[in-house]
C-alpha cells in the first residue's frame, strides 16, 4: 500500500509541522504550563516578552522553547538580585 498524501492545495493545521528541537503549543497548552490565565498571557504577548506566531486572525501559538525561556529567564535564586 502506498501511503495517502494531502493535495497540495490543502489547508496544514500547524500544530502538526515538526520543528526540530520546538514543540508549537496552543494559548491554552502555554497557560497550563506557565499557570496563568489567558489573560495574562496576552499581556505577556503585548509587552514582548513572548514571541508567538499568529495563524489566521485568532489563532496565536508558541514554541515551547520560548515558554521554557521565558520561565528561565524569571527564575530567581534566593539571595539573588532581580535588578539585572
Same mark, same amino acid.
Given at each position: 500500500? =502506498?501511503?495517502?498524501?494531502?493535495?497540495?492545495?490543502?489547508?496544514?493545521?500547524?500544530?502538526?509541522?515538526?520543528?526540530?528541537g520546538?514543540? #508549537?503549543?496552543?494559548? %491554552?497548552? =502555554? *497557560?497550563?504550563? #506557565?499557570?496563568?490565565?489567558?489573560?495574562?498571557? *496576552?499581556?505577556?504577548?503585548? &509587552? !514582548?516578552?513572548?514571541p508567538?506566531? &499568529?495563524? !489566521?486572525?485568532?489563532?496565536?501559538i508558541? #514554541?515551547? &522553547?520560548?515558554?521554557?525561556?521565558?520561565?528561565?529567564? *524569571?527564575?530567581? %535564586? %534566593? !539571595? *539573588?538580585?532581580?535588578?539585572?
Amino acid at each position: 500500500m =502506498t501511503p495517502t498524501t494531502a493535495p497540495p492545495d490543502a489547508p496544514i493545521d500547524p500544530l502538526s509541522i515538526d520543528i526540530p528541537g520546538s514543540e #508549537l503549543m496552543t494559548e %491554552k497548552e =502555554t *497557560a497550563a504550563l #506557565l499557570r496563568c490565565s489567558l489573560r495574562h498571557l *496576552a499581556n505577556l504577548r503585548a &509587552r !514582548g516578552d513572548l514571541p508567538y506566531f &499568529r495563524v !489566521g486572525e485568532r489563532r496565536v501559538i508558541y #514554541l515551547r &522553547r520560548d515558554v521554557l525561556r521565558l520561565l528561565d529567564r *524569571a527564575y530567581v %535564586k %534566593k !539571595g *539573588a538580585s532581580n535588578d539585572a
